[in-house]
């Protein structure tokens, strides 16, 4: 359990809306995570994104452990967009495990929206809401 006394130090990671090929309009899903990420703040804690793009030619890998390394992290959050589609199953597992390796000690927390990181955070970090 984390000591919840204090702000805690949160990444998200997740798919960069305006790096995901496809006809569709980002702007509303960046909106959402930055809503998110508001409310993280608003709750006191120091929150920080890793959005991965799926351009082609990313190190998914690299990206995602510069991340983990640059600081001890509370709580890591992994974002439905990588999470549920089964196409993303590998970068998912790869995600998982570099956590694993990069940050033990850090709780993993997984939302459903990018309005409900703030929620996430609190269920598995274990901070008060």
């Not at 790096?19 to 409310?39: L, S």
């Not at 509370?74 to 998912?92: A, H, Q, S, T, Y």
């Not at 000690?105 to 939302?111: E, S």
């Amino acid at each position: 359990m984390v000591d919840t006394a204090r702000e805690l130090q949160v990444l998200v990671i997740g798919l960069d809306p305006y790096r995901v090929p496809g006809p569709w309009d980002p702007q509303p899903i960046a909106e959402a995570i930055q809503a998110g990420m508001t409310a993280l703040a608003d709750l006191g804690h120091r929150a920080e994104t890793c959005l991965l793009g799926l351009e082609g030619g990313e190190d998914h890998e690299a990206e995602v452990s510069a991340a983990l390394t640059s600081r001890p992290w509370d709580c890591v959050m992994v974002g439905g967009g990588i999470r549920k589609p089964e196409e993303l199953l590998g970068l998912f597992e790869s995600i998982i495990n570099l956590i694993r390796r990069h940050a033990p000690q850090a709780a993993i927390a997984f939302n459903a929206t990018p309005q409900d990181l703030a929620d996430a955070v609190t269920r598995s970090a274990g901070a008060p809401a």
